[in-house]
């Protein structure tokens, strides 16, 4: 579904990504490894074309995507949950949902009472603003709006920072639902028990580069890798 090669992008005139490769097949869930600074962010951003890609290819369903803006590339079928959640904090949860869905101009299966099933917590809170929710709370919005616009790949940008053991689990659950509704996931993450438990397969970051890539099991299994590139 998602083919990139020889990724080399930054932010200016600062290179961040030297050379980055990897692959997303339907139907799995990927993760990025790393420690902070590896260049996870940067790589779901020159995905989705919030970054400068200065040379490399990056494929989405055979269409490429390095030189596209953003709002292309969402209508593409490509949904993007930063790690700062970019809600709109003065519209309500519901206002939020509605205005993804417009936006993207794509039809499909996710609509609000889906949505709503999914986070029974939203529905209570659908008159809220956006000021006036929990950080936790803001998450399930801003992965809800991501799935109003109907998407065939979800990007999420470190999913479970800041979240209490038991709201990761609840999350990873919900994750699970989403993969069996039919959505790719590439994710980026440092928390590697989280990563395991939900991920097929992972590509471990260090300085911009892809040091190692296989299934969870194998990357997390070797303690060699774990200690030098994972390791906080």
Request: proline fraction near 4%; include cysteine.
């Amino acid at each position: 579904m998602l083919t990139a090669e020889g990724l080399v992008a930054g932010y200016g005139g600062s290179v961040v990504l030297h050379g980055v490769g990897f692959s997303v097949q339907r139907g799995e869930v990927v993760a990025l490894l790393g420690r902070n600074g590896a260049g996870k962010t940067t790589t779901l951003r020159a995905v989705v074309g919030l970054v400068h890609v200065h040379r490399g290819s990056v494929r989405f369903r055979d269409v490429e995507l390095v030189g596209r803006p953003p709002f292309e590339v969402a209508r593409l079928g490509i949904a993007y949950v930063p790690d700062d959640r970019r809600i709109f904090p003065d519209l309500t949860v519901e206002e939020n949902l509605l205005l993804a869905r417009y936006a993207s101009g794509r039809e499909g299966p996710w609509d609000l009472q889906r949505v709503y099933g999914l986070f029974p917590a939203l529905r209570e809170l659908r008159h809220l603003r956006g000021t006036q929710l929990s950080g936790g709370q803001q998450k399930m919005l801003a992965l809800g709006r991501a799935l109003m616009s109907n998407p065939e790949l979800l990007l999420l940008d470190e999913p479970v920072e800041g979240l209490a053991p038991l709201v990761v689990r609840q999350l990873e659950q919900t994750l699970r639902e989403i993969r069996q509704a039919g959505v790719t996931i590439l994710l980026a993450d440092q928390n590697l028990r989280f990563c395991r438990r939900i991920a097929d397969r992972g590509y471990v970051l260090d300085k911009g580069t892809v040091r190692l890539g296989g299934t969870l099991q194998a990357i997390t299994s070797d303690e060699q890798t774990v200690r030098q590139y994972l390791a906080v």
